[in-house]
């Protein structure tokens, strides 16, 4: 199982685009397939949140919300 998560104050739909990047290259970089993809921010721009969805990561306003 593996799971890249980013903690950020807030996030916009470009900081979103960025963090699919980060974990594209860490599972291309490390031959790995990545399972869950978690950002953790209590300020999701609402534009950013369907960009998300498109790009399977989960959103999660506080870190006592994420479900394993």
Do not use: H, W
Not at 16 to 34: D, I, L, T
Request: charged share 25%.
């Amino acid at each position: 199982l593996t799971i890249v998560c980013e903690l950020k104050s807030s996030i916009d739909k470009a900081g979103m685009y960025v963090f699919g990047r980060k974990a594209e290259f860490y599972a291309k970089n490390q031959n790995r397939v990545v399972d869950r993809k978690i950002v953790i921010s209590p300020m999701v721009d609402e534009r950013a949140i369907p960009v998300a969805k498109s790009l399977g990561i989960e959103t999660y306003s506080y870190a006592d919300m994420v479900v394993s």
